[in-house]
């Protein structure tokens, strides 16, 4: 297998941040841009809240940085640009599969500028170390200051914000190039490939199911009916690879979203129920051998409530301190610090994913139906290019493939 596996593959360090990919054997670079005739761009930071330069630096001008090598090859038959539907932000109803347009904004402020907001991020770096600020404290101003900037046009984090930029660009520059740009909704574990479930790193969803089958989530926020648009990572590569083949040598763009909200919708009322079944029948068992109870979540439907149910717990934490014999005041002020760092802590997280906890969009995906049509017209391997969200039967694959699937992969 290795051998085979050794044929087919080159390995190349490269940086998308950087022109050209950041190659620096000219000779290889000669070689790639003679070759290479389909490029997928996949590189990216998902964190919601990046330091703003690196956000930039990958999501949006490594998109340029690849569109621009891409053009350089010869023999290139279609780039295709790993985006996210979320781009939407915090839109509300259908959402079509349209471009977004240079300076096009969610709320209608005028002047976005990418240019503009390169000068505003080396002007901030420039203050920061005139001001001779440490690297921490750079970190968590460079984090602040993308959200803000994300939040002035109207996208709720900083990911989504440059992400948004990056197709801008790539819309912009194309020329004649034959592009795919296509929007994953929420990825999960496999449904069939490489095999059933499985999941590398800890993904949106799976870090509730990790807290929550753990035992250290005993509520949640969210509207508790909103669907939360999953589709598994093998129906995303499929789409892919069915997407290339349909697009080669077709010069233009076009979007394609996979997800499953529009033809197969899954509800966070569904993974309430999923996540108590699972667990109760198959718990976690603890370092010292013994099983994880869990119960149901207390759900939480606006950030009004979660806001009083977090005064309440603080308010209630205080008062303890205020009975609690001097001879114990210094390690209380340790605990109260630390607790009030948590809060901040859990509040900065609640903010950032209140977008998609409560988010009321369901993604369009003619383009994605319409290319389904055309494998199984076209092609005898449907079956092997399959990503219809319609055959997911959530209840087998959640149960049986998908938290089975965290468990073995995610949990540590």
């Not at 648009?229 to 789409?239: E, G, K, L, R, Y």
């Not at 994880?292 to 005064?311: D, L």
């Amino acid at each position: 297998m290795n051998s085979i596996i050794s044929e087919k593959l080159t390995v190349v360090p490269g940086d998308i941040s950087r022109e050209d990919l950041g190659l620096n054997d000219s000779s290889l670079r000669e070689e790639m841009l003679s070759h290479i005739d389909v490029i997928v761009n996949l590189a990216a930071t998902t964190n919601f809240d990046e330091r703003y330069d690196i956000a930039l630096a990958l999501n949006t001008l490594g998109a340029m940085h690849v569109l621009n090598f891409a053009k350089q090859c010869i023999q290139l038959q279609v780039l295709v640009h790993v985006s996210t539907a979320y781009v939407c932000g915090e839109k509300e109803g259908l959402l079509l599969e349209n471009p977004y347009r240079m300076g096009e904004t969610l709320n209608g402020t005028t002047g976005l500028d990418i240019d503009n907001e390169i000068r505003l991020l080396q002007e901030k770096l420039k203050e920061l170390r005139a001001e001779e600020a440490s690297e921490q404290a750079i970190t968590l101003a460079l984090k602040d200051f993308g959200l803000q900037r994300a939040i002035v046009y109207g996208w709720p984090n900083t990911y989504v914000f440059t992400k948004a930029m990056g197709e801008m660009l790539i819309g912009d520059l194309k020329e004649n190039l034959p592009v795919v740009i296509i929007r994953p909704t929420i990825i999960s574990s496999t449904y069939k490939e490489p095999f059933p479930g499985w999941v590398e790193g800890i993904r949106t969803i799976d870090s509730i199911a990790v807290g929550y089958g753990k035992g250290k989530l005993t509520f949640f926020l969210c509207d508790i009916d909103a669907i939360v648009d999953v589709i598994p990572a093998d129906m995303v590569v499929n789409a892919i690879l069915a997407a290339m083949a349909a697009h080669a040598n077709q010069p233009g763009e076009v979007i394609y979203q996979v997800g499953s909200s529009m033809r197969n919708p899954l509800r966070y009322s569904n993974l309430h129920d999923y996540g108590f079944r699972f667990f109760t029948k198959k718990p976690w068992i603890n370092k010292d051998g013994t099983p994880v109870k869990v119960g149901k979540v207390k759900v939480m439907g606006s950030m009004a409530s979660f806001h009083r149910y977090m005064t309440v717990r603080y308010l209630l934490f205080l008062k303890g301190l205020e009975v609690v014999n001097t001879a114990f005041c210094q390690y209380f002020k340790g605990t109260y610090v630390d607790l009030s760092r948590k809060i901040k802590f859990v509040m900065r997280l609640v903010e950032l994913y209140k977008p998609y906890l409560f988010f009321k969009g369901v993604f369009d995906d003619m383009n994605t139906e319409k290319l389904q049509m055309a494998v199984r017209e076209n092609t005898t391997e449907a079956d092997i290019f399959y990503f219809d969200p319609k055959c997911i039967n959530w209840d087998d694959y959640l149960m049986n493939v998908h938290l089975p699937g965290v468990v073995k992969y995610v949990f540590k």
